[in-house]
């Protein structure tokens, strides 16, 4: 918006008082004459009387103007009529209207907000705060006026104070009305016209420096009303503000400058009535004056002179020139000042009277011929000249030493902050791994003191500091006492079972199941529920003292389990938090990926080659996130650096419910399998493939889940040497990345456990992918997803990259497309699926669309049409042939319940028929897209050969 405030820097308020001391010297030294006598002949003194004429003139005019402005003043001080004004209330209700439109369109905002679950403008956080703002936006004129009457409260109070008598007092107090009361003579001496003419010169000098101050005083109280008028005007714009986070700012400048307005009023106000208090006094108009004077008559250099003239020296015949009435005058000239500069310093109108010129002519001379070689320089290194001026020698020389010299020390300037910030980064990283020697060594970390000083006398940061190997010691104990807690539970449940099968119980046993059986509701007697209670029983009763033993031995054994179970819970509350590392770290990966802004696959994967090559793990980073941006990611993955181990899949043991850890090298799952003493079965259970490799050394990578973090693994931790906390948050990166790329089969691919990352195994990773997917838009998401959505991507020969790549369905898009058939083909017939990943799904998955998909999709139907809701749901639905309602449905809008288990079978055909269909269609748009990689008419014919090479081909991965 325009500002019309104006703020005097501190040089212009010197400069402007430099210059009224000039100005009062310069009157001074006119007005004062050594020789009394003789000093103007006839001529002279006729045209001395006329300049005397002139100048009287000039001072009664400005006179009259001061004692005008002063009137001015004092009106607008006593202005008081803000929000009644005509122009405020018409300029109020078009912008009250306005805003309340604009609330609708805010509503839909939080509308569309909540639908695509949008937390900031989600109707939970947004709404109760809009109704609040539509609410005071029609009041706000009268909340504003609230505000200004209190403002004006304490204003009024020092403004009646002085308005009676204010022109008297500020004219009497500074004694104006003693610049035309001249002396007849001055000793023996006859008063001469030049010393007339210098008395009123100094008279316009001091009239003309009270009139800018009283000016300034005016123009500040006038331009705090036309602010309150407009601020009042705007003011439903603030309530809207608060309404819409984007526009928080503009309500905080609206508040900020009203608060400036309402406060500078009663400021100035306060500043004025003390001028006029201290220059009123009925007995003693000039006593201000007076009492500074009078500072020096105990002075030994005062002369006996001054105690003969009351008023001291005199500068010229007016008595305003006196010592004590010039001190009256600097004393109300001041306290005007002070009022105009409190003013400014609350940033309000009557700021800079002008800004001061930046560079004087003489040193734009000066520096002209500098600036001269400075431009021709510039256009000589940047081959601007001619080639008969040597524009072709001179391009890219350092002509000019002065940019030699910038260019040196913001290079040495730029790389003192980069090693500090990577000292600081490194050093977070020091701190973040943990343990008795993380504050020494990582000294350097901003976050050490948050880390290490908490609690009362530091015992939380002493806690932290002992975390890990606390958390290390009790995950022995507790792999020792579920050890323990097995083999009690095993003879405990051994007893049991010895006791069920002795045939002399058999008659209480079956006896028991039928009690239980009676008194439960239960009706099957072998129910695993009764089979144990039973036993229980049993082996109680007669198991004797060795049952008893063994339980509780189990019990107390389960005490223990459950009790470090919990300390573990505890102690991992301590974990070092490595937030502030990532953040730095993140920063820094952000700088080096803007080194390599292509997205031309073959320059990153070279770069990317040549990072790797050198050992420098910034720039490799740096090339990773960019081509992540751009999409390109797999192409890294595959063409990258090779395996140097062995890599397996750890899937957890989900009978168990242990989670898997995503990737282990050769070494971290040997030591995993000792640690935990995994059987042979258990082997088979937890990793992919029986225990075998899924990459094994020479091969390069798949782009999967499990390929991905094992690229990570070998890039990252092996060949350059980062620890994995730091390898795993790049990937966590990468990984939202793929989100906005549409690179769906490797999102979500790490967590985070105890204040540390890990690698996702392939089905969590999976079941969570799936998860986001179906939060979004279907119809955007499957436009917009390529091949690596519903696929990942393997090598036909992992250690040679060039003998080309191939798609399969991942497990998240094969499910997404046996549950969303129906809509996919859908799209298919719009032609609004993305054809790349149409094309891939053809040429290398029809296998999978023709087997295990389709039987998979039976499956489903079949458990679909089990239920009679889904059934009649589908007849009354726009899919249904009207022969099928007419033949299935009763009158009633049922299905006829005889025709139920007919029907049942003829969905599933129905069903099915769509899901071929859907095939066919998904074959025709894929042959139809030769510009996105289509399929042509030869290849559709070779589908069936491709999919049985394929089969015969290991692809090592597991669709359903």
């Known amino acids: ?106 509503l839909l905002i939080i509308a569309w907000g909540t639908v695509m679950r949008i937390e900031s403008y989600h109707y939970k956080r947004s709404l109760p705060k809009f109704i609040l703002m539509a609410f005071l936006i029609n009041f706000s004129k009268s909340i504003a006026g609230f505000f200004i009457d209190l403002s ?166 007016s008595d305003i020139s006196s010592s004590k009435n010039l001190m009256n005058y600097i ?63 001179l391009k890219g020389l350092p002509l000019n030493p002065v940019d030699v010299y910038q260019n040196i020390k913001r290079g040495m300037a730029g790389k003192r902050g980069e090693e500090d910030f990577l000292k600081q980064m490194y050093a977070e990283e020091r701190l973040m791994k943990g343990g008795l020697t993380a504050p020494l060594l990582g000294a350097a970390a901003p976050s050490l003191v948050t880390t290490y000083f908490r609690g009362f006398a530091y015992s939380h940061g002493l806690k932290t ?138 320059e990153l994967i070279d770069s990317f080659n040549g990072a790797m090559a050198r050992g420098d793990a910034d720039a490799a980073r740096g090339i990773f996130l960019q081509a992540a941006k751009v999409g390109h990611e797999n192409e890294l993955c595959n063409y990258g650096p090779a395996a140097t181990t062995n890599y397996y899949h750890h899937r957890g043991d989900a009978a168990r419910g242990i989670a898997g850890e995503g990737v282990m090298n050769e070494n971290d799952m040997r030591a995993y399998i000792k640690k935990h003493e995994l059987t042979k079965e258990q082997i088979e259970k937890q990793f992919d493939n029986k225990g075998n490799p899924f990459a094994e050394v020479g091969d390069h990578f798949e782009y999967s889940q499990r390929g991905l973090s094992a690229f990570v693994q070998e890039a990252f931790v092996r060949q350059l040497g980062q620890d994995k906390q730091t390898a795993f948050g790049l990937q966590s990166d990468v990984s939202k990345i793929a989100y906005e790329t549409g690179h769906d089969g490797i999102i979500e691919g790490v967590g985070s456990r105890r204040g540390k990352f890990f690698q996702r195994a392939t089905d969590d990773q999976q079941t969570r992918s799936k998860i986001e997917q179906s939060k979004m838009d279907f119809e955007n998401h499957m436009r917009r997803s390529s091949r690596l959505s519903p696929c990942d991507e393997f090598l036909y020969d992992p250690k040679d990259p060039s003998k080309g790549r191939y798609s399969r369905f991942n497990q998240a898009g094969a499910s997404m497309f046996v549950e969303k058939f129906p809509a996919i083909s859908s799209l298919i017939g719009k032609e609004r699926y993305n054809a790349n990943a149409a094309a891939h799904l053809v040429r290398y998955n029809m296998d999978l669309l023709t087997g295990p998909l389709r039987e998979m999709t039976e499956r489903t139907l079949k458990s679909e049409a089990e239920t009679r809701s889904t059934l009649e749901r589908y007849l009354r639905s726009k899919e249904a042939s009207p022969e099928l309602k007419k033949e299935y449905l009763g009158s009633d809008g049922k299905i006829i319940d005889a025709k139920v288990p007919v029907f049942q079978k003829k969905y599933v055909d129905v069903k099915l028929e769509e899901y071929d269909n859907a095939l066919i269609q998904l074959q025709h748009f894929a042959a139809t897209q030769p510009e996105e990689g289509g399929v042509s008419t030869d290849e559709m014919e070779k589908i069936r050969q491709v999919g049985e090479t394929l089969r015969a081909h290991d692809v090592k991965r597991s669709v359903t």
């Open 1 to 106: 918006m325009l500002r019309l405030d104006f703020h005097p820097s501190q040089k212009t308020r010197r400069w402007l008082i430099i210059g009224s001391v000039v100005f009062i010297l310069i009157g001074v030294l006119v007005a004062w004459s050594p020789a009394r006598a003789g000093l103007f002949g006839p001529l002279d003194e006729t045209l001395a009387n006329f300049l005397a004429k002139v100048l009287f003139t000039i001072l009664s005019l400005l006179g009259k103007l001061l004692l005008v402005l002063i009137d001015i003043m004092l009106t607008v001080a006593k202005f008081n009529n803000f929000v009644r004004s005509y122009a405020v209330e018409k300029g109020w209700v078009a912008v009250r209207d306005l805003c309340n439109m604009l609330l609708i369109i805010v």
């Open 465 to 602: 500091l002992v975390h890990k190997g606390m958390l290390k010691k009790k995950d022995e104990d507790l792999r020792e006492k579920e050890k323990g807690l097995s083999s009690a539970d095993k003879a405990t449940k051994d007893i049991e079972e010895a006791v069920a099968k002795n045939p002399a119980l058999a008659f209480e046993y079956l006896n028991r199941q039928r009690e239980i059986a009676d008194k439960t509701g239960i009706k099957d007697i072998n129910d695993p529920r009764i089979v144990a209670q039973v036993q229980k029983e049993l082996a109680e009763k007669h198991g004797g003292d060795e049952y008893i033993a063994a339980v509780r031995r189990r019990d107390s054994a389960s005490s223990q389990v459950n009790r470090l179970k919990k300390d573990i819970a505890h102690w991992e509350g301590y974990a070092p938090r490595d937030t502030l590392y990532q953040q730095m770290r993140r920063i820094k990966d952000e700088e080096e990926r803007k080194k390599y802004p292509t997205n031309v696959a073959d």
């Open 152 to 317: 004006q409260v304490i204003m009024m109070t020092f403004v009646n104070a002085f308005k009676d008598a204010a022109a008297g007092n500020l004219t009497s107090g500074a004694g104006l009305q003693k610049i035309l009361m001249f002396s007849e003579q001055i000793g023996d001496q006859k008063v001469e016209v030049g010393e007339v003419i210098g008395a009123i010169i100094l008279g316009i000098i001091l009239l003309a420096i009270m009139i800018g101050a009283v000016l300034m005083v005016t123009i500040i109280l006038l331009g705090r009303i036309l602010m309150l008028w407009i601020l009042v005007v705007l003011s439903p714009l603030a309530y809207l503000g608060e309404a819409m986070d984007k526009m928080k700012s503009l309500a905080s400048k609206w508040w900020k400058m009203f608060g400036q307005y309402l406060v500078v009023g009663p400021v100035l106000a306060f500043f004025l009535w003390l001028a006029m208090t201290v220059l009123s006094n009925p007995a003693h108009p000039g006593q201000a004056g007076e009492e500074l004077a009078s500072a020096g008559a105990n002075n030994s250099l005062t002369t006996t002179e001054d105690s003969v003239n009351p008023l001291g020296i005199s500068a010229a015949i």
């Open 331 to 393: 004393v109300a000239v001041a306290l005007l000042f002070a009022a105009s500069m409190a003013a400014n310093e609350l940033k309000t109108l009557g700021g800079n009277l002008a800004q001061s010129v930046r560079q004087g002519v003489s040193s734009r001379i000066a520096k002209a011929p500098f600036q001269g070689y400075n431009w021709l320089s510039r256009k000589a290194s940047a081959g601007r000249l001619p080639k008969w001026l040597g524009g072709e020698r």
